[in-house]
């Protein structure tokens, strides 16, 4: 199959297709770029919501509910569910779809897991065009979930416009142990298990974390609760989600926009300059060199960059 | 960077049965063995399993089973797979299989058999040498 | 037990005899191994002596049979007395033909009857659900409405049996359709004797047999306890389970202790009730797995006893002996089966059931030596219960009580067996208890980690399975496999709806109504669902119902 026929089939929404070019972009082939500037003008239609939270905190669940309550309003999803891939084998366990399960045989949902892998500068290039896929496949709603645990949780912020963070009560530890970065892009906040013991408590506990680092100032985060099992809250999260949809298009929209745009624009940037040069450096050994050079202290690393992309530009 | 191209696996139990103690020391082999492995977890049916395939573009499908099912349920996964276009994916099962079901299992398409006692690595190894070399584009 | 000299003495000696006799033999003949331990992992040494006991004192650590802390068995004359009770599980297809086997077993003079259900019931779904495709009467019999209840015991008088029913997240669904059959024969509810599994905790990271999230279920289970306790004094509410947590993969301290500790959580559910412990504990048993390493499982049968009993008098302050009673059921382990060589499976059920008989098991149940192919076969039925007999008869073990006990080697394992057993439910105290433990993956972690060890090793062949991974041949054992009429789909199905067709719907409606507000009111579920049971609502429709209050619930899976 040629890249254009697979683009055409994706836009058709085929779900083979979507997959297959996910899959694409996975492997970051060299068709991965035309892939993307062949569906990039149809993307842009979807709400990209990012749901992270600590392990055992009940997302999965809490997004299968989010999913049906969608499919009730008529609406297209897809969702992209990240698991960490294991440093020491490259392998990966993805069970986030387990909860998902019986949404998988709905002609209008598209669930796909996928691993970090080792990708340099994390994972947000391959999420973000994973995302571009379900977007240009026609889904009016793509949840990206990954575990609350690394970095991973701050990428979402580069992708999604409404991030939903989980909590479950009694995950005092938890809780704690995220700390700040993940309170700062949170847009709306979830305690789940709300037939638990200690969920006041844990409200109370978000709440105050917000006051202390809340600098998003017009968009006060809503604290919500919800018990993912039974459902109940899902269609008052759904409501604030299009609450904050509707504010991310009435009053930043093009400003927020542009801060993406322009974020992804310098990513691709540095990508794309980083794939060139160390190309042809592993090419010829000279990485190796560099790096030899460095551990014996004959020189800094920043001279190093510094020479090898003289060279570079020199060369050109 | 250019990315490497991983193995990707769908490990499923069909029927009713919960006995994944087989499938989930699988799962873990795999892993460890490099591959990405999507665990559906239990009583999934033949359409759910076939369209976890589509979805997750697997290259391969391990069905574990041990309930006595699987002359119903890998006939059905099979003939799905046929219909959705899905002929290019390795299909491998495991469980409690009589062994003279097995012929009949071959013929529509299951390759390899892994009944109690199977050493993981002979699975691993299986499936590194009998996965199809793909394919997205020409 | 020994004193302080003799022990010094001995200390003395051994040190004299590592450095003379033993590098004299370590040089001519080095030892295979350089480290021995059992399948807990826990090391074993060359050789055991008084001085690993010194602290042992008989009348605490192990006193009389009959007597407190148990050690040595619940009753004074053990097999002297009675044989343990031999059932074994069975039952497939459709209720008629479960029923003539029923006939069948009572002729021959048994009187314990036990089903085993299909999956689809043990799911909470009717026979048609389209999740049951394939998989009706197949590993056990369909029971989807009283009317199918009604058929299985026609004709068997309830006050004459015992019935043990292998079921847990649909129990109180089964246990009512039980009572409404002993009503319809005029049975008093006191009369009934038998065994309900009925314990969901395990089922969340073992059997995962699941139905509803962790707290509802642990409600159900609560409920029957409390309803058996106050109307079926004769019935066994629960049979704690370790079997399923060993089949998953656990081994032998994790499965003690973590059984323990489910039993711990049930007691503290009906506490918390307001039940009184020695009302309802004296009903609670247990059902542990026999495994291969022989005193591993010795040791392991004999601290689950005396640990139980601690428990119960120490942290429950039960005042009633026979609340401190573990009384246990034992299966041989069904993992341990080779799908090879299978008739060598004769000889591992053979040590299996001899360490639960030396253990002081109850009952037991000997696995057939082709399950790890199919459905066993008659043969191996007959075989298995044979070799039950052959212990019981012909190798003298049942002519004294505990005749293991006093073995310096025995004595030590069951002190580390319950030693570790207790720093894993210390653990899980201060983890928040049982259900806050199956939230975080901590069994499933422990149970997956234990399972994957044990196939490296064998993979490895640290540890050899004879005929699998040692000593294998080519050739093929021809076994009889038993297989289900495809027809016994057609026709439970068309008797379900012919029941759909002709009950009173109206009535049907007007009790799952019932249900549903009982079961969001948090009241004792058993009346309700006995109503429910009798006006023929299916086990799909009542388990529905509670489906939609309580939500349904997947595993947490952890590899």
Redesign the interface.
Known sequence: ???EE?AKNVLAGE??S???A???I??????ARKLIAAIYPHTGKAHIIGITGP??SGKS?LIEKIIREYRRRGKTVGVIAVDP??PF???????D???M??L??DKDV????M?T?N??GGIAR?TRDAVKILDAAGKDIIIVETVGAGQSEVEIAKIAQTVIVVFAP?LGDEIQAIKAGIMEIGHIFVVNKADRENVNKAVIDIKAMLQLNNKEKSWKPPVLKT?A???DGVPQLIEKIEEHKRYLKSREERKRMREKAEKELLEAIKEKT??II??EMKEKGEFEEYLEKILKREIDPMTAAEKILEKKLRSN | MIGERKIRVLIAKPGLDSHDRGAKIVARALRDAGMEVIYTGLRQTPEQIVETAIQEDVDVIGLSILSGAHNTLFPRIMELLKQKGLTDVLVVAGGIIPDEDIPKLKEIGIKGFFGPGTPTDKIVRFILENTPKRREIS | MFDREEIDKIIKERERWEKTTLPKWINTRPERKNVFTNLSGIPIKRVYTPEDIKDMDYMRDLGFPGEYPFTRGLHATMYRGRLWTMRQFSGYGTAEQTNQRFKYLLKEGETGLSIAFDYPTIRGYDSDHPMARGEVGVCGVAVSSLKDMEILFDGIPLDKVTTSMTINGPAAMLLAMYIAVGDKQGVPREKLGGTTQNDMLKEFFAQKLIIFPPKPSVKLVTDIIEYCAKHLPKWNPISISGYHIREAGANAVQELAFTLYDGITYVESCLERGMKVDDFAPRLSFFFAAHNDFFEEIAKFRAARRLWAKIMKERFHAKNPRSMWMRMHVQTAGFTLTAQQPLNNIIRVTIQALAAVLGGTQSLHTNSFDEALALPSEQAVRIALRTQQIIAHESGVANTVDPLAGSYYVETLTNEMEEKAMEYIQKIDDMGGAIAAIEKGFFQKEIADSAYKYQKEIDEKKRIIVGVNEYSTEEKYPIEILRIDPKVEEEQIARLQKLRRERDNRKVKEVLEKLHYAAEKNVNLMPTIIDAVKAYATLGEICDVLRKVYGEYKELIVI
């Open positions: 199959m040629k890249i697979l779900k083979r979507i997959a297959k996910i899959t694409i996975e492997n970051n082939s060299r068709e392990g055992g669940t891939t294991s084998t490259g392998g990966a366990f993805l069970g779809r387990i909860r399960q019986e998988a045989v598209f669930i796909r897991s691993a892998r990708y340099l391959a009694g018990i099992l039974t459902g980083l794939d160390l190309e």
